[in-house]
């Protein structure tokens, strides 16, 4: 399974976009991209997928370079409630391996 | 309704002892897991089911053995708990494509004294 690498921690204000960057350099063809958040001790919650394309949904956007090598989760308007560690993953059924993943801090 | 649930919530018991965690889901999912997270935040899959039957069986010590009774449930027993047993324990369920989704329970916090 491809490994991904994410910046450990970030801060974001409250109200604006928070972008969460994930490289995947060694992501094959058939692997998904997801994106999980935990909040505190809850059990991770998803958030969005994608293959090659760009996906967006109520939750965030997920931005796919054209060679999957790297990837970016867009929360547009971030509140107090999205701080949580985000979590990128690459997946081909059903083996999935959580890093330690971006601990975000959304700020007042 | 709650989609994956686990019982019980925590879990305090002592060196030795034989426990048992319960996890069930109303998704209609077909493919179940156990994870663990310890105290270093790293979730690490251990087992995954898919219909019943053993899809997945990471370097787990026998001491752990789940047991899939039907397609809803995934139970996890563990024999002679020791201190490094101390984790959280999540149940999670999907689809087995990867194109579906996980979706986890609230967790079980097991402590060994």
């Known amino acids: 399974d491809a490994k991904t690498t994410q910046p450990t921690s970030m801060d974001c204000a409250e109200g604006r976009a928070a972008n969460l960057p994930c490289n995947h350099s060694?992501?094959?063809?058939?692997?998904?991209v997801y994106w999980y958040r935990q909040i505190h001790s809850q059990g991770p919650q998803y958030i969005i997928h994608?293959?090659?394309n760009n996906e967006t949904n109520e939750m965030a956007s997920l931005i796919i370079t054209e060679d999957r090598k790297s990837s970016t989760l867009i929360l547009p308007h971030a509140t107090l409630r999205d701080t949580a560690v985000y979590y990128c993953i690459v997946r081909m059924y059903d083996k999935v391996i959580f890093g330690p993943g971006t601990s975000l801090s959304v700020i007042p | 309704d709650t989609a994956v649930s686990q019982t019980p919530k925590y879990l305090v018991t002592q060196m030795g002892n034989d426990k048992s965690i319960k996890c069930e889901q109303n998704l209609g999912h077909d493919t179940m897991y156990w994870y663990k997270q310890d105290s270093k935040k790293f979730l690490k899959i251990m087992f995954s089911y898919n219909n019943k039957e053993l899809i997945i069986n990471e370097t787990v010590p026998n001491r752990f053995s789940p047991k899939s009774p039907d397609k809803a449930h995934l139970n996890l027993h563990i024999n002679s708990l020791e201190l490094g047993d101390s984790a959280v324990y999540f149940c999670a369920s999907s689809h087995r494509q990867a194109t579906y989704e996980q979706y986890f329970g609230p967790g079980t916090r097991l402590t060994v004294t």
């Open positions: 994608g293959l090659k």
């Open positions: 060694t992501i094959s063809g058939n692997e998904y």
